[in-house]
């Protein structure tokens, strides 16, 4: 397999999140394609076109195995931004190069892995970065294909098609909305649609979107506060107070461990809990366990303090979300949920 096209699969498999719910208020429209063959369709793809937006919001969409993932962003310059994700909610900001993250309420410096964070950003950067990578793998057929609209401006489409004869090792597909007149990228949804070598790293069907939900009128972003209350995303307002699993837990799914904090059953086959551990790996140690009783990790991500893992096991999928805060320990939360 060609080395890009093996750095493309792997840029693919870090996007993934648990992963996404919406693609924000960003509207794209076609037209009738017009087609037009490579290189003539790739003249226009230069990464610093690509990554010319400034003053700008978005949402970021990842999905893999009917888990999902999303996040919104705020940019007004590449060290100037912040990013929202929405389970577990945690808000990211880089501010004149510095890191901060807002979690459980609790404001956490953080470390960016990037000089200018763009690779926690996941913006306009990491998706134009992945469009022009597909310019230089041999046999990647790129055309465009009518025009589009996103955030009041208008674009031109690209489609992007892995050769037929690579087809049983991976199929790869992707499409973009590029500015008719900055040439920023505004929009770009990729997805591997099958082959050998995708089916044997689960992520076969998985995909990524990237959208311009707005152009302009974003300010410089503020340091964060901590607030005055802190509460755990997405849990039910109705939890048992005692600490025991919740009302029809499954039995073939191990108990967690460290001290159940509170637990409910929110459905006939959904069930939460949130305990607190001693560990800052107890949501690994518990992924074995579950491994060892013959669940799978079909997706996994890490943002700035929590960790985020799915299993599955015939009808039942696992959500787990660590949230390791400075000085307060760790909060793992566990969702199950039975398909019937």
């Not at 700008?56 to 999902?68: C, D, E, L, M, Q």
């Not at 995708?198 to 311009?212: E, Y």
């Not at 074995?288 to 999928?317: C, M, P, W, Y």
Request: a neutral charge.
């Amino acid at each position: 397999m060609d080395r890009n096209r093996n750095a493309s699969l792997f840029v693919m498999v870090l996007a993934l999140g648990v992963a996404l719910s919406a693609c924000g208020s960003g509207s794209v429209s076609t037209s009738r394609a017009h087609i037009a063959p490579s290189p003539a369709g790739v003249s226009g793809l230069q990464l610093a076109r690509l990554d010319s937006l400034t003053n700008y919001a978005f949402t970021r969409i990842a999905s893999n195995s009917g888990a999902s993932f999303t996040a919104t962003g705020k940019v007004h310059n590449p060290t100037d931004w912040e990013i929202h994700t929405i389970s577990p909610a945690v808000t990211t900001y880089d501010v004149g190069g510095h890191g901060y993250a807002v979690t459980l309420g609790q404001v956490i410096h953080v470390s960016f892995n990037t000089p200018e964070g763009v690779g926690n950003l996941e913006g306009e950067y990491s998706f134009a970065e992945q469009l022009v990578g597909y310019t230089h793998v041999t046999g990647i057929k790129i055309t465009q294909a009518g025009s589009c609209s996103v955030a009041g401006a208008n674009g031109t489409i690209y489609h992007v098609q892995s050769p037929g004869a690579d087809t049983p090792i991976l199929s790869e597909a992707a499409t973009a909305c590029v500015s008719n007149g900055s040439g920023a990228l505004l929009s770009y949804t990729s997805g591997i649609t099958g082959g050998s070598a995708a089916n044997a790293a689960h992520v076969a069907g998985s995909s990524n979107r990237f959208t311009v939900t707005a152009i302009g009128g974003v300010g410089p972003i503020v340091v964060p506060k901590a607030s005055s209350t802190t509460t755990i995303p997405n849990v039910p307002s109705s939890l048992d107070t005692l600490p025991r699993l919740p009302t029809g837990f499954p039995a073939e799914v191990p108990t967690p461990p460290g001290k159940i904090l509170s637990s409910t059953q929110i459905s006939s086959t959904k069930w939460y809990l949130q305990l607190n551990e001693k560990s800052s790996s107890a949501l690994a140690q518990y992924a074995r366990q579950l491994q060892s009783k013959g669940f799978s990790v079909t997706s996994s991500t890490n943002t700035a303090g929590s960790d985020i893992e799915v299993l599955s096991k015939g009808s039942i999928q696992i959500l787990l979300e660590q949230l390791s805060l400075s000085g307060q320990g760790v909060v793992l939360a566990v969702t199950v949920t039975s398909g019937g």
